[in-house]
């Protein structure tokens, strides 16, 4: 009898459509599967402290526990969310398709920029990007899922707030009112969602490959390289995008900003499809060499990473 697949998800909103998502997909192609919720993290029996498991995402974690356990057999996460180095004995198995990058400013009323604003955000590398954009703008913070963060924004007199347009559209949150952000670098991998499994499991590992979009999963590897390599973690701000621009050909962008948004460093690069393994690492050492390295070590000493 063929093993049922045991997708373990969160209960937000957004974790619960990723995991529908690839649910049905797997569904398509003859595979019997199983939604399993899993508990917030103090519901979890640890045995072990986390880092010995070498678990360090604060999104993630809950789920590697669970699937380190036995609990469940694949995870599905917002792509951006994933620590580079992932826990030992877990490794990713599908990248789906990636959905828009952007970033969009969303605001009960059209702003005037060039008046004093007030900007909502819990991203230190959309605060930066903003900052440096309108350095006499005021950001405030502001966290919790999709639908709280709607919510603040409708009840404060915020000029707007800053999310993700594709975990809107997912859940068909979108607004009428917003602005697209086209000159803010999103996070590396925005976008994608991201199927983890146990390294020894052969069986999940050939079922998720067919979910596989090889595109998407060239571009955001990338991304996270670069990521990895400046080794700035989830929260320090950067921002990297990787696009294919015809069938040889994939153009990068990279930054990295202090806190304010005043500092920053950028690169532009170009390389042939055939070389993208270590493309996002050579982006990044080239950064780090023409000054970016001393830009991190001041970012360490904040605490920011």
């Known amino acids: 009898m063929q093993k049922t697949i045991r ?4 209960d937000s909103e957004l974790a619960l459509w990723q995991a529908k998502t690839v649910e049905k997909k797997l569904n398509d192609l003859g595979f019997s599967t199983q939604l399993v919720p899993i508990k917030s993290e103090g519901d979890l029996e640890l045995n072990i402290p986390l880092y010995e498991m070498g678990i360090t995402g604060i999104f993630t974690k809950t789920l590697d526990v669970a699937m380190l356990q036995g609990k469940i057999d694949i995870a ?8 580079t180095q992932l826990p030992r004995g877990i490794v990713q198995v599908a990248v789906l398709e990636r959905a828009t990058t952007d970033d969009i400013l969303v605001f009960n009323e059209m702003p005037n ?27 405030v913070d502001l966290r919790g899922n999709v639908n709280t963060r709607l919510k603040k924004v409708a009840e404060n007199n915020w000029q707007g707030a800053i999310f993700a347009a594709a975990g809107l559209e997912r859940l068909n949150l979108k607004p009428s009112t917003f602005q697209t952000l086209d000159w803010m670098l999103p996070a ?10 146990l390294a020894n499991d052969t069986f999940i590992q050939e079922a998720l490959a067919k979910l596989n979009h090889a595109e998407t999963e060239i571009c955001t590897h990338i991304e996270r390289q670069f990521l990895q390599t400046l080794e700035g973690g989830c929260t320090a701000p950067i921002g990297a995008k990787a696009v294919f621009t015809d069938t040889e050909t994939i153009q990068f962008k990279g930054n990295l900003f202090d806190l304010d948004g005043q500092t ?4 532009e690069k170009y390389c042939k499809i055939t070389d993208y393994k270590n493309f996002g690492k050579l982006s990044a050492e080239e950064l780090l060499n023409n000054g970016a390295n001393t830009l991190m070590k001041e970012l360490r000493k904040s605490k920011t990473i």
């Open 264 to 267: 920053f460093f950028e690169i």
């Open 113 to 139: 920029f060039e008046q004093s604003c007030t900007i909502a955000t819990g991203s230190l590398r959309r605060k930066a990007q903003w900052l440096h954009k309108y350095p006499t703008h005021t950001i």
């Open 76 to 83: 599905v996460h917002s792509m951006k969310d994933v620590p």
């Open 188 to 197: 590396p991998a925005q976008g994608a969602m991201m199927v983890v499994a």
């Open 7 to 10: 997708i373990g998800t969160r």
